[in-house]
Every structure is written in structure tokens, then in C-alpha cells.
């Protein structure tokens, strides 16, 4: 007699095995020299007194590097500070061999920001959250 599947939340510890049998079925199907080419490259911008006032937080994915958060203290916007975390990202992509930057964003952070640095819009997401657009960008970097 053969036990029904049973789903429950995952623990860290299956999601992590989750998402590996992904990335080893998807490996499988990309060029062989960038199979295994997937770390996370995380910034830190800090004040001179050693408080962390902005970051970015990304993943080199194969050929792309893909940014999920870039933060910058209220306090310290409109000082470059973004654009130096996104320059930095960029040019570490470009080291690794990346041929793209991929990133989102609401309608209510930084579209604007994105479009200045060269970040074309390639999707939209109306209503997401209600009342406002979640944009996805990307930016050819080679």
C-alpha cells in the first residue's frame, strides 16, 4: 500500500533542497561554462562611523546578475550613494563574464532611478500591490 503525498510549510533546510534539485535539473541545460556559475554578491555602504546606511543585495545567476534589494537610508538619499552600489554591481558583473543586470521595482521606490542608470522596462505589473505598478528592468551590460 502506497502512502498518499502529504505538503506542509517547508523548513529551511527542504527549501534549500528544493531550490538545489532546481538548480541542478536547470544546470543540465545550460552551457557547460557557466553551469555552476551562481553566488550571492552582497554590498555594504557604511558611514565613518561604521553604521551600514545603504546596500544591495544580489545573486550572479550564469550569465546575468539579477539585484533584489538596493536600500539606501532616507538620510543619505540623493547623495550618489545609489548610484555607486549600482555602478559596483555592475562592473563586478561585467568581471564575472554577465552579459545583463535584471531588477524590480515598485512604482512608489525608484523607477525613475532605474531609467537614469540606463534600466529598461521589459515587464509590468498592474495592481501590484493595489494601486500602484511593479516594474521589472534590465540593463545589457557587455
Known sequence: MTLEPQMSRSSKDEARFVRNKLIEFNAKHVPADIQTQY???????KSGEG????????VLCWNWVEVDILW???VHRGKGYGSQLLDEIEQMARDKGCNFIQLNTF???APEFYEKHGYEVVGVIEEAPRGFKHYYYKKNIY
Request: hydrophobic content about 45%; cysteine-free.
Open 51 to 58: 553604521q551600514v546606511i545603504g546596500g544591495l543585495l544580489s
Open 39 to 45: 553566488e550571492e554578491i552582497n554590498l555594504t555602504l
Open 72 to 74: 539606501v537610508d532616507q
Open 107 to 109: 512604482s512608489f521606490q
